[in-house]
C-alpha cells in the first residue's frame, strides 16, 4: 500500500523538527525529481535550524553513493596497525571524508543506499543508531541524510533495489517525496529558460512520466527537462539559438531530435509546437519595442485586450520606461479600438502614473498627442 507522499516545500517545513534531533532521514522518491537538489538546498538553511553552529555557517555536504561503495572498508576505513599498552594492535583509520564529518559539523548524504551491496548496508547501521563506526564519532552537529528510489510509491516495482531488513528500516525517519509541478516551477525561475518555463507551466502533463515503463523508452522527468533545457542554452551561448524560428515561423528540426532523447516523442513534438506558436505571439517586450507589427495589426479585440492585462501586470511597466518605448505604446494604445485605449489609460495609471504622464504629451499621429487623442474619446462618448 502505497503511502501519502509529500511535496518538496511541505518537506522543507517538517523536516528540520528531525534535523533538530539529529536524526537520520531516509528520503524515498522516483528517479529525477530533485532528490539530491534539495538536500543541496537544506544546506544553505540548516544553519537556521542547527542554532549550535554560527549563524553564517553554510553546511559543506559530504555526498558517497553508497551503490558504487565495493565494501565494508568503504565505510569503516582501512586497517591500521599500531603500538599499544596491550601490545601490537589493529585500528581503522577513517576514510578522509568520514573523518571530516567527525571534526566539522556538515551534511553527511548517501544516495542509492538500497542499491548498495549488503556489507555496506550493514556497516551503516551503526552510523545510523548510534553516529559512530569502529570507535569513531560524528560531530555533534553533523546530519545524515539519504535518498533511495525505493519504497511503498513504487507500487509497479520499477527498479532494481533491495528492501532494507526492519533492523535497517527502523534506523530512519522515512518521507515519501512527491514534488508538485509548482515545487518544480519555483526552482526553476530563473535557472530555466522562458520558453521552458512557460511550455511545462501550460502543459504540467510533460513534466514527468506516471504509471508503467516501457523498456528502452525516454520518458520525460524533471531531471531530463534540466538537461534539455541546459543544452539548449549552452547552444545560444555558442551562438546557435535552437529556438529561433525560420521567416516562415518554423522551429529547425534539431531541437526536435535533442528533446526526444531527453525528453521522450511526445513531450519533444509539444515542445516543438509550442516553440512556434510563441513565436508567433506577441509579448510586452514585443509592444514596446515595435516589433511584430504584422501580427500587432491582425490583433482582435480578445488580443488586444489581453494585451493590455499583460502591459498593466508587466515589471517593465512597473519600473519605468524609456523615451522610445512610451513611444511605441502610445502607437499601440492608438491603434487599438477606442474603448479599449480607454482601459489602457485606467489601468497604466494604476500601474505607474508617470508612464502615464510620459505617454500624455506622446504624438500619436501628425497633430494629435496621446492626451488630445484621450480627450477626443471622452468627447465622443459624453455626446
Known amino acids: 500500500m502505497s503511502t501519502q507522499g509529500i511535496s518538496f516545500s511541505q518537506f522543507a517545513g517538517i523536516a528540520p523538527h528531525v534535523l533538530r534531533s539529529r536524526k537520520p532521514i531516509m528520503g524515498h522518491g522516483a528517479h529525477g525529481i530533485g532528490k539530491s537538489a534539495i538536500v543541496y538546498q537544506l544546506a544553505d538553511k540548516l544553519h537556521e535550524i542547527i542554532t549550535t553552529v554560527p549563524k553564517n555557517y553554510i553546511y559543506p555536504v559530504i555526498e558517497r553513493r553508497a551503490s558504487q561503495m565495493a565494501d565494508t572498508g568503504d565505510v569503516i576505513g ?213 516589433k511584430k507589427q504584422e501580427l500587432i495589426k491582425a490583433f482582435k479585440v480578445n488580443d488586444s485586450n489581453a494585451m493590455i492585462d499583460k502591459l498593466a501586470a508587466s515589471d517593465i511597466v512597473k519600473d519605468g520606461l524609456t523615451t522610445e518605448q512610451v513611444v511605441y505604446l502610445a502607437k499601440f494604445i492608438y491603434t487599438i479600438q477606442a474603448e479599449l485605449a480607454m482601459k489602457a489609460w485606467e489601468k497604466l495609471t494604476n500601474t505607474n502614473p508617470d508612464v502615464v504622464k510620459k505617454l500624455w504629451e506622446t504624438d500619436v499621429s501628425p497633430g494629435l498627442n496621446f492626451g488630445g487623442y484621450i480627450a477626443q474619446i471622452v468627447g465622443e462618448q459624453e455626446e
Not at 197 to 206: A, L, V
Not at 242 to 264: C, H, N, R, S, W
Open 78 to 290: 582501512v586497517p591500521e596497525p599500531k603500538d599499544s599498552d596491550y601490545g601490537r594492535i589493529t585500528t581503522f583509520a577513517p576514510m578522509g571524508w568520514f573523518a571530516r564529518a567527525c571534526n566539522e559539523p556538515c551534511i553527511m548524504f548517501f544516495d542509492e543506499v538500497d542499491r548498495a551491496n549488503n556489507d555496506v548496508r550493514q556497516s551503516l547501521m551503526e552510523l545510523t543508531d548510534s553516529r559512530k563506526i569502529a570507535g569513531h564519532t560524528l560531530h555533534p552537529d553533523t546530519i545524515i541524510i539519504a535518498m533511495v528510489n525505493g519504497g511503498s510509491h513504487d507500487e509497479n516495482n520499477s527498479y532494481q533495489v533491495s528492501e532494507l531488513d526492519p533492523a535497517e528500516h527502523d534506523r530512519w525517519w522515512h518521507v515519501d517525496l512527491e514534488p508538485t509541478v509548482n515545487d518544480w516551477l519555483e526552482w526553476g525561475d530563473g535557472k530555466l529558460l522562458d520558453m521552458t518555463w512557460d511550455f511545462i507551466k501550460q502543459n504540467p502533463e510533460h513534466l514527468e512520466h506516471k504509471g508503467e515503463i516501457e523498456p528502452n523508452k525516454v520518458y520525460p522527468s524533471r531531471r531530463s527537462w534540466h538537461h534539455f533545457d541546459k543544452c539548449i542554452q549552452d547552444a545560444k551561448e555558442a551562438g546557435q539559438d535552437l529556438l529561433k524560428a525560420t521567416d516562415e515561423g518554423k522551429i529547425p528540426m534539431d531541437i526536435y531530435f535533442i528533446g526526444e532523447g531527453f525528453v521522450g516523442q511526445e513531450a519533444s513534438i509539444a515542445y516543438k509546437d509550442f516553440v512556434e506558436k510563441y513565436a508567433k505571439q506577441v509579448s510586452v517586450e514585443d509592444i514596446l519595442s515595435g
